[in-house]
């Protein structure tokens, strides 16, 4: 483990590199091309920050590891949803006004729900990934056909505050992209190699790994841009962050790494993860599930999020077997 280290680590450091210059050159693209301000707070704000988890599940399926790629999918939905929502509430309370991000929470939890559907039987198969990527392409039709609405709404607002045009002439926003693309690669390759060998050498599972290690690098750097937010009183790109990472890494990711390579789910991993993953969606639709009236979520419930990623991680560790 003298390398693998070492190496994991750095592939993170290039994931997160990677990720944020893929979203500043696809934001200045599509303003160019003149998508609207909530068009890009949806999609390449929203899923470009979930880049990183991508390329991670797309190379562990590529190299025959699908437990990392499931665990990497949805350990970041479970990090995103708990830690990063709950230390982020915990230093600036924040209430979502957007009305599009009151549609979205029921979108992720049926994006859950349709997961567990998909996998009861012990399997995310070629077809169910595939139907997985139908619901994310039918996920951005939506989105489009949302940001063509004449009703005002907070993130666009925000949004266009956060990120005024770019002054990236095209051909350089193309390099950017493309840059940003080999980075990830590179990355992702280095962080799987170094998360198996860590695995093997500790004697845990290429799930548990993914589920923690992995999971919390490629997740937390979205921390600071959700703490920054809520800090300005962009409650809205805060938990447009959150919102769009659980949408992505439950359609795209695990979706894209199913159809590369089918991914075994055990029972406990039902039971156990994708259960408090889907209490997590349940729990954010609750509290936002009234428009008109939205709930702030400050540190109360910045405090049982947090307990609940720490208890599902102590879960993690006692029951989980070895790889």
């Known amino acids: 483990m003298l390398l693998s280290i070492p190496a994991l680590l750095a592939g993170l450091i290039l994931l997160v590199w990677g990720a944020e210059r893929l979203v500043e050159g696809a934001a200045a693209l599509a303003q160019r091309a003149g998508w609207s301000p909530l068009l890009v707070g949806l999609v390449v704000v929203g899923f470009g ?30 990090v995103s949803m708990s830690l990063v929502l709950g230390v982020t509430v915990l230093v600036a309370p924040i209430k979502a006004r957007s009305p599009v991000l009151h549609r979205e929470l029921p979108l992720l ?11 009861a039987d012990g399997v995310l198969s070629r077809l169910d990934a595939a139907l997985l990527l139908a619901g994310f392409v039918g996920l951005l039709i939506w989105s489009w056909r949302q940001s063509r609405r004449s009703e005002p709404d907070e993130l ?47 004697g845990v599972s290429d799930l548990t790994l993914g589920f923690t290690v992995v999971a919390l690098g490629t997740t937390l750097p979205s921390l600071a841009t959700c703490i920054a937010a809520a800090r300005k009183g962009e409650d809205d790109i805060a938990l447009g962050h959150v919102l769009g990472a659980g949408l992505f890494n439950t359609l795209a990711v695990a979706g894209l790494a199913g159809l590369i390579e089918p991914l075994d789910v055990e029972t406990t991993v039902l039971v156990r993860d994708l259960a408090v993953m889907a209490a997590l969606a349940l729990g954010l639709y609750w509290v936002g599930r009234d428009p008109k009236q939205p709930t702030q979520l400050g540190t109360q419930a910045g405090r049982v999020l947090v307990a609940v990623y720490l208890l599902h991680t102590a879960a993690l560790i006692i029951t989980s077997g070895p790889g």
């Open 49 to 78: 920050s979930s880049a990183s988890e991508l390329a991670v599940a797309v190379t562990a399926a590529l190299q025959d590891h699908p437990a990392l790629a499931l665990g990497s999918a949805w350990g970041s939905n479970i």
């Open 109 to 119: 939890l049926a994006a859950i729900v349709l997961t567990a559907l998909l996998v």
């Open 156 to 202: 666009a607002r925000e949004t266009a505050q956060e990120m005024p045009m770019l002054p990236l002439p095209r051909g350089q926003a193309v390099r950017r992209v493309l840059l940003a693309l080999l980075v990830l690669a590179g990355g992702s390759a280095l962080l799987v190699w170094g998360a198996v060998d860590v695995a093997h050498g500790l």
